[in-house]
């Protein structure tokens, strides 16, 4: 289930914006709850009882204030995503010290509707990698590991080998490579050759000339296969419009 959180002190734009955030989520998954807050003491206190997955914030409210309820959400290591509704541009800069994942402007040429559904498709789509999956192997142990953090797939005979990011050597799980790229596409990872699949994530350059790939964060090139260039290039394509 998605867990929204939604806090103005105007009665107003809080029901408005519960309306507009529910049909937005609504158009990509059923399992949701919206609830709404006119106090951001409120918010917290729900939070730390059963904690939200997306908040969208009011900067501008009496007593605890949204710059005041998104620190404290980060001190106590909320990993929640936070978007800033305003209609003070000039605190925007400000908020990103709070690391939000977007911000709302009340008043702008772009309608409310327009700017919500905008962000909550991108939004679903860092969601999906902020799953976490649990891998096992006899050097590693059990690891519980982010799906964004996952940079690419190797195969390796009947194993599959998992580099993290952050981790020196692979996690090297017994599975067959073509299960994974199933069980990863909708993850946005594809397949560029019959031993490797990458996260799309990842992917920062196509080197036609040598019908190689380069990973950012890493430095890595890795070969694509003539046979997977086609659908590597669609996959990407695709992957780019998700996020802008």
Do not use: W
Request: with cysteine; proline share 2%.
């Amino acid at each position: 289930m998605v867990k929204i959180g939604i806090c103005d002190d105007n009665e107003a734009m809080l029901n408005n914006l519960k309306n507009i955030v529910g049909k937005a989520f609504a158009k990509h998954t059923s399992d949701l709850e919206v609830l709404a807050y006119n106090s951001g003491t409120r918010l917290v206190n729900s939070h730390r009882n059963d904690p939200f997955h997306v908040i969208f914030l009011d900067i501008d409210m009496p007593e605890m204030t949204g710059f005041d309820v998104a620190k404290t959400l980060r001190e106590e290591f909320s990993n929640c995503f936070i978007i800033f509704v305003t209609s003070h541009s000039e605190l925007i800069y400000e908020s990103m010290d709070f690391q939000p994942f977007h911000f709302i402007r009340k008043n702008c040429d772009e309608p409310i509707e327009s700017a919500v559904e905008r962000i909550v498709k991108k939004l679903m789509k860092h969601m999906r990698q902020n799953e976490k999956i649990i891998l096992e192997d006899d050097l590693s142990g059990r690891r519980a590991v982010y799906i964004h953090n996952i940079i690419y797939l190797e195969s390796d005979k009947h194993y599959v080998k998992y580099y993290v990011k952050n981790m020196e050597l692979p996690i090297k799980i017994r599975e067959n490579i073509s299960e994974c790229e199933k069980k990863y596409e909708y993850y946005d990872f594809v397949r560029i050759h019959k031993k490797y699949l990458i996260n799309l994530k990842y992917l920062s350059y196509f080197d036609n000339s040598n019908n190689e790939i380069l990973l950012g964060n890493i430095n890595k090139r890795l070969p694509m296969s003539k046979n997977y260039k086609k659908n590597v290039d669609e996959k990407y394509t695709l992957y780019l419009r998700s996020i802008v």
